[in-house]
C-alpha cells in the first residue's frame, strides 16, 4: 500500500526513503555513518519508533543531504509541500497542519534538536496488516502482477491496510470526502476516468468483510492505491 511509503516518509519527514535511487543511496550513506543495520531500519519503517542518539542523528543526516532542512537549520518549506504534496493518502487539512508545524520549529543545529520534530507528525495507529493476515513478498508481487484477481488473505489485507489509510472507516462505510480528494489529486487519470471511479465508488455498499472489499479495489483499480 502506498501509505506504507508514506509513513516511511513521514519518519523523516522527507522522501529520503521513498523509492528513488538518489534518495536511497542518502538512506544508506547516512545509516551507515550513524552504525544503523538493516533490521534497525526495518524495525523504525514497521512503525518502532525510536528517540536513540543514532536514529536522531541519522534522521538529520538525511535532512541535510535531501535539502529538507537549510543551511540556517530551518525546515525547506517548499521542500516539505512538494513532497506532501507526493504522498498520495494525506489529506489538505493534515498537509496545512503539518507545515504550520514545521515553520513554527526552531533551526535544528545538533542531532538533539530533532526530538523537537516528533510533536509536528500525528499518532497513527497502525495495525500490522502484514503479519495479522501472513502477507509474504512473493504474495505482494503476486498481486501487482494480477490485481483483479486477489486471494482471500490479500482481500483481507488491503481492507487492514484500507483501514489504515483512512479510506475506511471503522464501520465499513467509505471516507468519500477523502477518496474525492485522492481523484482530483490524481495524474494517472482524465476528467471523464475521474468522474466513473467516482461514480463507481457511490454505489459501493460498506466494506465489513474481506470480501466485501472487492468491488472497491475494482473502482480503485486505476488510481495506483495498493
Not at 514497521?46 to 529538507?68: A, I, P, V
Not at 481492507?159 to 489509510?165: A, G, L, R, T
Request: proline content about 4%.
Amino acid at each position: 500500500m502506498k501509505i506504507f511509503i508514506v509513513l516511511i516518509c513521514l519518519n523523516i519527514l522527507s522522501s529520503a526513503v521513498c523509492l528513488d535511487i538518489y534518495r536511497g543511496q542518502i538512506v544508506d550513506e547516512c545509516a551507515e555513518k550513524n552504525g544503523l543495520s538493516d533490521d534497525d531500519l526495518e524495525k523504525w519503517i514497521s512503525y518502532q519508533k525510536s528517540t536513540e542518539d543514532k536514529f536522531l542523528c541519522f534522521m538529520l543526516c538525511c535532512h541535510q543531504k535531501d535539502g529538507s532542512l537549510n543551511e540556517d537549520g530551518k525546515w525547506n518549506q517548499q521542500f516539505l509541500e512538494k513532497h506532501l504534496n507526493e504522498m498520495y493518502l494525506i489529506n489538505n487539512t493534515l498537509k496545512s497542519q503539518i507545515m504550520q508545524c514545521f515553520s513554527d520549529i526552531p533551526p535544528i543545529q545538533s542531532c538533539q534538536d530533532m526530538r523537537s520534530v516528533e510533536h509536528c507528525i500525528p499518532e497513527i495507529k497502525i495495525r500490522n496488516c502484514r503479519d495479522e493476515f501472513g502477507i509474504s513478498n512473493e504474495d505482494v508481487d503476486s498481486f501487482a502482477k494480477n490485481p483483479s484477481d486477489p486471494s482471500d488473505k490479500m482481500l483481507c489485507y488491503l481492507k487492514c491496510s484500507s483501514e489504515n489509510d483512512n479510506l475506511i472507516f471503522e464501520d465499513g462505510s467509505l471516507n468519500h470526502n477523502f477518496l474525492r480528494e485522492l481523484i482530483e489529486r490524481s495524474v494517472d487519470m482524465g476528467d471523464q476516468e475521474k468522474h466513473l471511479v467516482e461514480d463507481c465508488l457511490s454505489k459501493i455498499p460498506p466494506v465489513r468483510s474481506c470480501s466485501d472489499f472487492k468491488p472497491f479495489a475494482r473502482c480503485v483499480v486505476k488510481m495506483n492505491l495498493f
